[in-house]
Every structure is written in C-alpha cells, then in structure tokens.
C-alpha cells in the first residue's frame, strides 16, 4: 500500500524556521517527483515546491523562493521542506504528493497521483 505521512507541523512565531518531512512507504522514493503543496484557510491548494526524483533539481512558488528549499534522502525514504522566514502568510496544511513514474516534476497538483494526509503550520506570535 502506497503512503505519505507528512510530519513536522506546528506552531511558530513570525521569522522563525520549520522542517517537514514527508516519509514514504509501499514504493521506491527514489523512482518519483515529490511535491509539496498547501492550502490555507479559504484558499485554494497551491504548489509550494517540487523536487526532482534524483534530488538535483528543485523548483519553487514565488513566493517561498529564497525562503524554503526541500531535500531529500531517498535511502530514508524521506522529503523534507525546510522553511526559514516564516510569516503568517504560510499558514496553511502542507501536504507532500507523489507522481507516477517516470514523471518529473510539475507545479500542478493534478499531476500528483498520491497524496499524504497534511500537517498543520501554523505562524502567528
């Protein structure tokens, strides 16, 4: 059974930092692009980040760019999205995503096929 289970979530103050992590079973990690998503309260869901299955390419929503780079550890069966800069802006559910393979990487969430349940940040002080 495939699954993502998004971890990390939580409460922080304006221009403090979070890292989420996204850990994968049931399928080979290193097959497969994994997106980050969120959406915020009244919000439609909208494309954070993107990594690339190898980890060597990385794309960004304007507006978390210079602020959040994801990674990965495919031997841990990992995705991480380390968030630095955090305004209340970022509020929202995180959700981590997968493709089917061999898809790379896409900012639309209707490419994503797998999808984890969400983890709430909240950034208020």
């Known amino acids: 059974q495939l699954q993502l289970v998004e971890s990390g979530g939580g409460l922080v103050q304006p221009g403090g930092p979070l890292r989420l992590s996204c850990t994968v079973s049931?399928?080979?990690?290193?097959?497969?692009?994994i997106g980050w998503f969120r959406q915020a309260p009244g919000k439609d869901r909208e494309g954070v980040s993107c990594i690339s299955p190898s980890g060597l390419s990385t794309n960004y929503a304007k507006s978390v760019e210079g602020r959040f780079t994801s990674s990965r550890d495919n031997a841990k069966r990992t995705v991480y999205l380390q968030m630095n800069g955090l305004n209340p802006d970022d509020t929202a559910i995180y959700y981590c995503?997968?493709?089917?393979?061999?898809?790379?990487?896409?900012?639309?969430?209707?490419?994503?096929?797998?999808w984890g349940q969400g983890t709430q940040v909240t950034v208020s002080s």
């Open positions: 995503a997968a493709r089917r393979v061999p898809y790379l990487c896409s900012s639309s969430e209707t490419a994503f096929t797998y």
């Open positions: 049931g399928f080979t990690l290193a097959n497969r692009a």
